[in-house]
């Protein structure tokens, strides 16, 4: 993913520009540095460079060798390397000094990650792919570059991302990221944690999309098992694994057992304060209603998809891919009862919607 890493390579690349834009630094600290600009406007290199040892060493003393008080010095010391063509002194020096920068920098730059990834699974949410894909990519790139790959924080940043390689066709990559992410968490002694349950949960929905419901099976019960253990039985993340088990086993034509995890998820939400409109809620009746769509239960049927309707169309901006594919289930459900004239009208309201006109449907 060398496309993510431009965020770090920037910065990496702007330190050393304010390393080299300024030859002369003055400060007052011991006089290091003072004395060898003025040793390096003479002429005197040789000078220059040990005054610059003298004020380093003096400073690792007093601040410690990881401290940013030694970057000026580095800085000038490598810009005297450079001058004298001492290529491989005033690398390592330049070097030194930019990870004592990016090591100052560090909590800044995880925080800036978190946002990122919080803000990149927004618009993930929103279906918004390609902002949701640059904003995921610099937060992976900047926990790759801060922290171990087997991180908990790069586990959680390749689970965000993992689902833009599977919505763009690539599910080996993806199953890549949630694998590698899955094994971070085992080895943090999270294997039950809510964050490996997460990994597990949409892994196992890919594995269900791709067709591959055995070995989807064993992942979506362990999130399920593992996210009530943690939350207790109402809570909503309990209602989202519920949900996406009850897709398995509607893909596995376990109608019963479908049917139980789907209403028990509208139940959960129902009762959950700030659920009771939500997308989710729309979701999960929607997706009962394909269920008794598929089994020829139009009468049941019909009730759930116009509740996910209403859902939906009270903020049909936010929700419209969403609503679009109601709109579509229903009308597949009206065709197969032989309700061809509703049908129509279903179609219509979903076509004034790609067309971005308003209007109840």
């Not at 005033?90 to 925080?111: N, V, W």
């Not at 279906?127 to 640059?134: H, I, Y």
């Not at 490996?196 to 019960?221: D, F, H, I, Y």
Request: aromatic share 8%; with cysteine; glycine share 6%.
């Amino acid at each position: 993913m060398d496309r993510k890493r431009t965020t770090m390579l920037l910065l990496g690349v702007g330190l050393l520009l304010v390393a080299c834009i300024a030859f002369v630094v003055s400060t007052g600290r011991d006089g290091g540095l003072e004395q060898a600009n003025k040793q390096i406007a003479s002429g005197d290199y040789l000078k220059a460079e040990e005054s610059l040892k003298q004020a380093i060493e003096a400073d690792e003393k007093r601040f410690g060798k990881d401290s940013a008080n030694l970057c000026d010095e580095l800085n000038l010391l490598g810009k005297l390397y450079l001058k004298e063509g001492r290529l491989a002194d005033a690398r390592k020096a330049y070097e030194r000094s930019l990870k004592i920068r990016q090591d100052d920098m560090k909590p800044q730059m995880l925080g800036l990650a978190s946002a990122l990834n919080g803000l990149g699974n927004t618009y993930l949410a929103q279906g918004n792919a390609q902002k949701a894909e640059e904003l995921l990519g610099q937060s992976l790139a900047v926990r790759e570059d801060y922290l171990p790959d087997d991180s908990i924080e790069v586990a959680e940043a390749k689970n965000s991302f993992a689902p833009l390689y599977f919505m763009a066709g690539d599910t080996k990559r993806a199953e890549v990221l949630y694998r590698q992410a899955l094994s971070s968490y085992q080895k943090h002694g999270s294997t039950d944690s809510v964050d490996s349950a997460n990994v597990r949960n949409n892994l196992g929905s890919m594995l269900v999309a791709q067709g591959k419901l055995a070995e989807a099976e064993p992942m979506l019960t362990w999130a399920l098992s593992s996210t009530e253990k943690a939350y207790g039985a109402t809570h909503p993340e309990v209602a989202i694994a519920c949900n996406n088990l009850a897709e398995l086993y509607r893909a596995q034509k376990k109608y019963a057992e479908s049917e139980d995890l789907y209403k028990r998820a509208i139940g959960i939400y129902e009762k959950a304060p700030g659920f009771t409109n939500s997308s989710y809620l729309a979701t999960a009746t929607n997706n009962l209603a394909l269920l008794y769509s598929q089994r020829g239960m139009f009468s049941k049927a019909e009730p759930y998809y116009k509740k996910a309707i209403t859902m939906f169309e009270s903020d049909p901006a936010e929700n419209k891919s969403r609503l679009r594919n109601v709109l579509a289930n229903y009308s597949n459900m009206l065709r197969d009862a032989r309700r061809y004239k509703e049908a129509e009208r279903i179609d219509n309201r979903n076509r004034q919607l790609l067309a971005g006109q308003s209007g109840p449907y």
